[in-house]
């Protein structure tokens, strides 16, 4: 015995019909905009081919950040640790990036800056052999500060009206 193929109604045809219409219009309105983001991130590649890792952190990065984080690798030993400050008004993620640049070094976090207290205060919550550096992670673009831990303690007591 031999199948039929089955019968298609009139309204099978026009819907796919109109499936076919909709995605050759899909393809006529996205494929000119992928082909230039395409065309312009194939040129960025070429472009960097022969880039050094260090160019492509500034390059991503920028020279302010880039800076920073090599001035704080400088004063920080590898097998060291800091005290890691959220300078942002919210949690944007600066501290993880922070963290991120500047491994192998420990971090310590303290909290966000906006709601430590006064420095007499955090410097009795500190272990006697708390680290000699802080550093202030704030919110892109801005490159993280860094700063010795007395002087961010004396910075806080003064916003404190206490110093």
Known sequence: MIDKPP????ADSVFRTVVLVLFGLFLVVSLPTAAIR???????????????PEGARRRVLGERWVDAVDGIRRAVPENGAYLLVNGGLEWEGGPYWVRFDLVPRRAIYLGQLAELSDGETVRRSL?????????I????????VLMKREDFLRELDRRHGRG
Do not use: I
């Open 7 to 10: 019968v298609r109604s009139f």
């Open 38 to 52: 395409t065309a312009k991130r194939t040129a960025l590649a070429v472009s960097t081919l022969a880039e050094s």
């Open 127 to 135: 272990p006697p052999d708390a680290p000699q550096y802080v550093v």
């Open 137 to 144: 992670a704030l919110r892109e673009p801005f490159p993280p």
